[in-house]
């Protein structure tokens, strides 16, 4: 037995040669070596084995007459093993045997002995050149067979009258039309006939359809297909319309879902800013109202009745400042600040807005009841570690979901605990062996498992379309995060739910630490002393009550509307003013500016910054800012902590 591998050089075609006769291998790879590499064996056995590891030889060159197989029963097992094309090489007494083999399909040609050089040069080159073709065919029909069958989309191939030619389905759909696919969903089938008359007049057609789909409990909602068609440069030379076409249909659920949340962000943000600005204003009449009723009620003699409704009309005036800062917080979205929280005040507070939005579900007579059962905050709670109005809009959130969950009623639970502290990595001002719970318990439908484990996932949501956007609870619990806090929920179906937000508690000493600032020394005299103060605001209403506070104060004061103004009282300039009060956002020069423009002329004048936007950021953070609407004790407390 001989082996011979000759000439085996990259790109070239594989030639196997197998004869037991040595000379006529010999002669056949002088004849063959320059154009192909030359795998060559005496022993056909030997010879199968070759091809299981040689998996790329293209043609096959077979004597007939051989001791342990003869040529046509190699190429018949060879055929199992490669797909290789097969050359018999045969004297005239084989003939019958190379006609058999010729029928069976064994081989693909045969060459008598003794051969002609170019005859047999010319017919190796056809028989692998015509193996090559074959097998890079196959190599392309098994790599588009394999993309159409993995590609995440539905996918046909159909002629210009819509009978389907290839598709990518589970089971062979050759031949029958796009209306009776059981391929494409019923609701599909309508737009797919549509869009076939569209692409033979215009060659690409894009459409988004809605199915309804229900789930294993009957719950429905929306699969939203993506459907494409475009007509195919087959057959060649044909008009348009009788082009054939590709149909496909993707799943763009969630990309759908994501635009619509993206949008209803878009909506929210555009909301906030117009609830930002409504605010303002809205917080510059209050200052009015309230101011007024203030200075109403020192300098006229009222009776009680008249106490009694300037009071009423005070009261709902805070109330309309609180809604305002509620608006203000929704309306400018701000980084956290960290800090102590009595719980004790801010659930008092919070407890008017709760009863509201529990009382805004009952619009209609059909509405169900929901009470809030708010429990008292015991004196030993310490305070936490947060910040007050996000925290407020935090459990607000809560409180308004577990208020959507029960649709037949019941009863909304706040109440507030101490439990161990779970986390390690706190601020030194909080305790490291306890921490604060605030329990906000419902008796709504409760939630299964696979819901709780994606609650807090941004933009999911159990709600109906247009009533929930999925990012209320991702914002709470990111939130609670980046105070130090967590939130957990237990819920059971149809037995409601807790969610239980853990806060970081405040040590003692830390509070024993932080006593209130008292006023004394040169701030307290400066609060005592009759100042020389201009008042800069465009609003005339606030600009009175203000002027109106400082006054009843025994302070000198001018007010004037804008910059320009007291620029033009060149002797109200000489005399100096010992302050500033100055509105934040004004039409020609706002608060900053106009601070660093007065301060150019008397460099120890003092600023107090005043604005409706309760929370704006002034680069200036020596600079106090005053919250509108004020009252009087505000104002004048605003200025007796100024330092000289």
């Known amino acids: 037995m001989t082996i011979v591998l000759n000439g085996i050089k990259h790109g070239r075609p594989k030639v196997l040669l197998v004869d037991d006769e040595e000379e006529i291998l010999v002669a056949l790879e002088d004849l063959l070596e320059d154009q192909y590499e030359i795998i060559s064996t005496t022993d056909p056995l030997q010879a199968l084995d070759l091809l299981k590891y040689h998996t790329d030889v293209a043609t096959i060159i077979s004597d007939q007459r051989m001791p342990a197989l003869t ?21 005239y007494a084989d003939l019958d045997a190379v006609v058999s083999a010729l029928n069976q399909g064994q081989i693909q040609a045969y060459i008598h002995k003794p051969w002609d050089s170019e005859t047999l040069r010319s017919l190796i080159a056809e028989v692998t050149q015509h193996s090559l073709a074959q097998r890079a065919l196959r190599v392309e029909q098994a790599l588009l067979r394999g993309l159409i069958d993995s590609l995440p989309l539905r996918l046909v191939f159909s002629d210009s ?30 737009e797919v006939t549509r869009m076939r008359d569209v692409v033979k007049k215009n060659g690409h057609v894009e459409s988004l359809v809605a199915e309804t789909v229900s789930d294993e409990d009957g719950k429905t909602s929306q699969k939203w297909h993506e459907l494409t068609r475009f007509s195919l440069a087959w057959p060649q030379d044909e008009v348009l319309e009788k082009r054939w076409h590709v149909t496909m249909d993707r799943d763009v659920t969630s990309r759908v879902l994501m635009e619509n949340h993206l949008r209803q962000s878009d909506k929210l943000q555009s ?6 600005g409504i605010a303002h204003d809205f917080n510059n009449l209050l200052a009015a109202i309230s101011g007024s009723l203030e200075l109403l009620e020192d300098i006229a003699e009222l009776d009680e009745t008249a106490q ?18 509620r608006l203000l917080q929704f309306g400018r979205p701000k980084e956290s600040q960290l800090g102590p929280v009595s719980l004790q005040k801010l659930l008092s507070e919070l407890e008017a807005l709760l009863l509201q939005s529990l009382k805004s579900s009952q619009k209609d007579k059909s509405a169900v009841e929901c009470h809030l059962k708010l429990s008292s905050v015991d004196d030993n709670i310490p305070q936490v570690w947060s910040d007050a109005d996000q925290l407020e809009m935090a459990l607000l959130n809560l409180c308004i ?60 949501t159990t709600k109906e379309v247009g009533k929930g956007t999925g990012l209320g609870l991702s914002s709470v619990y990111g939130f609670l995060k980046r105070s130090f806090g967590d939130i957990f929920v237990e819920s059971t179906p149809g037995a409601g739910t807790r969610m239980t937000v853990v806060l970081a508690a405040i040590r003692d000493e830390v509070v024993r630490l932080s006593p209130p600032r008292a006023q004394s020394g040169p701030e307290k005299e400066l609060a005592n002393r009759n100042l020389n103060i201009l008042i800069i605001d465009d609003d005339p209403s606030v600009r009175l009550v203000t ?26 300039l000489k005399n100096g003013f010992d302050l500033a009060v100055l509105d934040i956002m004004m039409p020609d020069y706002d608060g900053p500016t106009c601070a660093a423009i007065l301060k150019e002329r008397m460099p120890s004048l003092k600023i107090l910054f005043i604005s409706g936007h309760t929370k704006i950021e002034i680069e ?8 509108k609407p004020f009252t009087k004790e505000q104002l004048s407390g605003a200025i007796g902590n100024l330092s000289l």
């Not at 490669?82 to 004297?91: C, E, I, M, N």
């Not at 909301?271 to 930002?276: D, N, Q, R, S, V």
């Open 71 to 91: 040529g046509d029963q190699l190429l018949t097992r060879a055929r199992k093993i490669s797909d290789a094309r097969s050359v018999l090489l045969t004297g």
């Open 161 to 190: 009258n819509g009978r389907s030619i290839r598709n990518n389905c589970a089971h062979d759909c050759s031949g029958a039309s796009e209306d009776e696919l059981a391929y494409f969903p019923d609701v599909l089938r309508d």
């Open 308 to 325: 009694a409704l300037v009071k009423n009309a005070m009261d709902s005036a805070q109330r309309g400042a609180t809604l305002t800062r």
């Open 620 to 627: 200036d953070k020596n600079i106090p800012l005053l919250s």
């Open 401 to 460: 979901n577990a208020r959507d969950a029960m649709k037949k009623g019941g009863d909304l639970s706040i109440s507030v605990r101490l439990v161990k502290q779970g986390q390690t990595d706190l601020p030194p001002e909080c305790c490291t062996e306890y921490a604060v719970a605030i329990d906000v318990e419902d008796q709504g439908e409760g939630m299964p498992p696979d819901v709780i484990s994606r609650v807090f996932d941004p933009f999911f």
């Open 271 to 276: 909301l906030g800013t117009l609830a930002g």
């Open 547 to 572: 002027q109106g506070f400082l006054q009843q104060e025994g302070h000198n004061v001018v007010a004037v509307g804008s910059l320009s103004d007291i620029l033009k009282q060149e002797d109200q």
